[in-house]
């Protein structure tokens, strides 16, 4: 069922000023037309346009042809004129030329359609540059966060180094106790299947409890500060983090002051 949004956007009145539409189609239009002013008005307007576009492109037939029409109507008496080879000739002309008035139409609408597919084109890229922008803009609110965290006269530095589990592991931890943050950098975690997160764990009087799951592909990162830690510890758990610690992988931990 046709509505205005589905008109405008489909160009709908174009096809119904050509004649493009079947009998369903034009009637649906029309009902809409009549009761929407605003729809009637932008018919109008495209009307004028073809019309306009006609006359730029109509070719001016031949004097002699309308002389010889008003001489055959003087001489007739009858309202029929029978067609002699030349009229033939010159209805010919004027079919060519309502040819070429449609085929432009036709250019034009095609013309006028493309126009505005890529006007949405670049309103959708402006769409996403307007995103990066935003990203990046809460990306660099997000790094100077972290550094002035890091860089806190009261922050301590805490470096974790994998066990036989993971030997190669090492995360670097800087807690703020004053601030309540947590920054790790991440850079030196090897990389885990997909199946798999690192998780940390903060050690609060015998209880593990959940500091984030940790994202890799972001050196720096801020974690749940956790009041009362004991230890910071950092644990290989099923994808997108468990609800309570899988202690037999623990690949690195290190004590608070």
């Known amino acids: 069922m046709m509505d205005k949004t589905y008109i405008l956007e489909q160009g709908i009145l174009e096809l119904y000023v050509l004649g493009e539409l079947n009998d369903s189609e034009q009637q649906q239009v029309e009902d809409i037309l009549y009761q929407n002013p605003e729809l009637k008005a932008e018919l109008e307007r495209i009307e004028m346009k ?41 209805l ?12 432009g139409s036709v250019y034009f609408y095609s013309e006028w359609n493309t126009a505005k ?10 769409n996403e540059l307007n995103i990066k922008i935003d990203n990046l803009s809460n990306d660099l609110d997000t790094t100077k966060s972290v550094l002035a965290s890091i860089n806190n006269p009261n922050t301590e530095k805490y470096i974790l180094k994998g066990n036989e589990l993971m030997p190669d592991a090492k995360v670097i931890s800087y807690v703020n ?27 609060v009087n015998g209880e593990m409890i959940d500091m984030g799951v940790i994202d890799t592909n972001q050196v720096m990162l801020a974690m749940n500060y956790i009041e009362n830690s004991e230890s910071l510890n950092i644990i290989i758990e099923p994808a997108v983090g468990n609800d309570h610690p899988t202690v037999s992988q623990l690949i690195t931990y290190v004590y608070l002051k």
């Open 177 to 203: 106790n004053t601030e309540k943050s947590v920054v790790i950098n991440t850079e030196y975690l090897p990389e885990l299947d997909e199946e798999h997160d690192y998780q940390m764990w903060a050690d």
């Open 117 to 126: 597919q890529q006007l949405e084109l670049v309103e959708d890229q402006n």
């Open 92 to 103: 010919g002309i004027a079919a060519s030329i309502s040819g070429l008035l449609l085929v």
């Open 50 to 90: 073809f019309e306009t576009l006609a006359f730029e492109q109509a070719i001016e037939a031949p004097k002699s042809v309308k002389n010889e029409l008003m001489r055959e109507v003087s001489n007739r008496a009858s309202k029929t004129i029978p067609l002699k080879q030349n009229y033939k000739r010159y």
